[in-house]
């Protein structure tokens, strides 16, 4: 169904990357609605940055393979298959179509240039600004991220500002030229708490005023439901659940997105009926040995040999927007 | 930074202290001597010999000479040639431009190319032409640079006859293009073990460097490939290679050295085996002092120039 139809800003479809013979992620789907916060959650190697890394085209082709398609609808109503498109026009959406922003703020900026010029670069590339006006633009862009004395922080290098302060710079470097779409990996995971709140207060007061949809990929729960519209829920570089993020946070369908809510540390809990942590035992498995069936079934306290060892399970619609990947889903939910 | 300045002046001293010791030293203890010339000559009698050893200084102990020689050159005597008599540092003075010359182009030459093979073979690591690079940066290496220039004058000059197989231009021929013909040739044999060095440093320094995250970030912008290359890699890549530029510098004075006998290039490295020949002491320990300042105070350039290209470094 074309995007025009759906409404759909992004759709990724069957999205799969292999690096060598070892699938990262597979069969990656999900969509994407204009102005919607959609959050990617999973444990460490479970394939969100893989994802992100390929939708911008930013893995290195010659290291592995990517398949599948990911529909871009653009302002004049066009499709456009990100997947397909040759580097240099890729190159043109990137940073101004999509604007990225990474984990690490002590390392994502370079450490040679400073930070004004860094964000008018993406301004004279894309909108052909001239280097006086990007400059400019720049310190309105980082007075916008809620820099104090933005003109004097342009011309400061990296390494002269403090880790929260970096990542607003990279959030202004992403926002320059008003992307569509910004995708967050990790964007507070380095940052202390307090810092975090501020980044994520910024991210959504940015997102109220420029309709951008914002693609978030974390593994933390609690950042979904302060922030998500949907959560895409990923496991072994599969997606195991899709939903609302009221439905998914109130009725998870997949044992595994159970038992990420289950570990999620709670104050009131801990205080009040002395309850410690569940934490889902072992560890997600290596891309290279992913178990037969189920991938999840060896850390499942629902797995039986049948129906979950025999084959790996379908993502099936539980509800007409809630996906989930198991095959027990139904019984457990009874 | 200025303390910084004066500190490394203060050590560079001392070091050339040391050196001229060493040299001092080294220079005494070779057979032969100054006077060994004049055994030759004819009808040269014992008492004739001690009246010139006499009236040169050579009949004192050696730490007396060398106190001698020190006193004069921090006073700006740096004494004269035995050979003709001339100031050693007009001796040097005149030799100084050809060689400078000879560096500097040879020098240019490898950084361009030495950059060049090295970018290449970082972006593309493992292809064919980083293989090549690798094994001709060996072979550049064991190459022995006297062997080398052999070869050049035998295939440019002697069969082909393109180039001039020696000396900075032909006589009475002051055009640039008689004297550039001149300097190919030379220029290539001082620049092979630079290129070679500087590429495989290049290359390691750019490997370093191009998956950093700040890379991802410049290509996330949407920047085109080539400026990613240059602003966000190239830029980053050649920082450490001000260093590297430093610690070449005495590889290529003693490359400058063969170089320019094999060529008869008329500069320092040719008057330092000439006069060495002569056992003109003045001259050579003059030459070593020269050379130990030239690297010294090069490396301390090189030091200051990081200091201004790294914004993170600052000297306290």
Known sequence: MPLSETGDLLRVEGLTVRFGAVPAIEDVS??????????????????????????????????????????????????????????????????????????????????????????????????????????????????????????????????????GMRQRATIAIALACRPRILIADEPTTALDVTIQAQ?????????????????????????????????????????????????????????????????????????????????IPGNVPDPRQRPAGCTFHPRCGHARPDPCLRARPALEWAAPDHRVRCARWQEIAA | MTRFVLHRIGQSLLLLLLVSMIGFALLHLAPGGPLAQFALTPGMSQEAMQRIAHQMGLDQPLPAQYWQWLRRLLVGDWGRSYRDSQPVLWVIGSHLGATLELMASSTLLAMILGTGVGVLGAIRRYSLADYAAM????????????????????????????LPAGNIATAGDGSLLDYARHLIQPCVVLALVTVATWSRYMRASMLEVINQDYVRTARAKGLRQLQVLVHHSLRNALLPMITVAGVQLPILLSGALVTETVFTWPGMGRLFLDSLGYRDYPVVMGLLIFSAILVLAGNLIADLLYVVADPRIRLT
């Open chain 2, 135 to 162: 094994v001709g940066a060996m072979v550049a290496l064991s190459i022995p640079t006297f062997w080398f220039g052999l070869v050049m004058i035998y295939v440019f000059s002697v069969r082909l006859a393109w």
């Open chain 1, 199 to 279: 980044i994520l207060d910024l991210l959504h007061r940015l997102q109220q005023e420029t309709g951008m949809a914002v693609v978030f990929i974390t593994h933390n729960l609690g950042v979904v439901a302060e922030i998500a519209d949907r959560v895409v829920v990923m496991y072994a570089g599969q997606v195991v659940e899709d939903a609302p993020v009221a439905a998914l946070l109130e009725h998870p369908a997949m044992p595994y997105t159970a038992g990420l809510m289950r570990s999620v540390p709670r104050l009131d809990a801990a205080l009040h009926t002395g309850r410690r942590l569940l934490a």
């Open chain 1, 30 to 163: 999900f969509a994407l609605r204009p102005g919607e916060t959609l959050a990617i959650v999973g444990e460490s190697s479970s394939g969100k940055s893989v994802t992100a890394l390929a939708l911008m085209r930013l893995l290195d082709p010659r290291a592995c393979s990517v398949s599948g398609r990911a529909l871009l609808r653009g302002p004049d109503g066009r499709e456009t298959d990100l997947l397909a498109l040759p580097e240099r026009a890729m190159a043109d959406l990137r940073g101004r179509a999509l604007g990225m922003i990474f984990q690490e703020p002590m390392t994502s900026l370079n450490p040679v240039h400073t930070v004004g010029r860094q964000i008018s670069e993406s301004l004279i590339r894309h909108e052909r600004l001239s280097p006086r006006a990007a400059a400019a633009r720049a310190v309105d862009l980082l007075a916008e991220v809620g820099i104090p004395e933005p003109a004097r922080r342009a011309s400061a290098f990296p390494h002269q500002l403090s880790g």
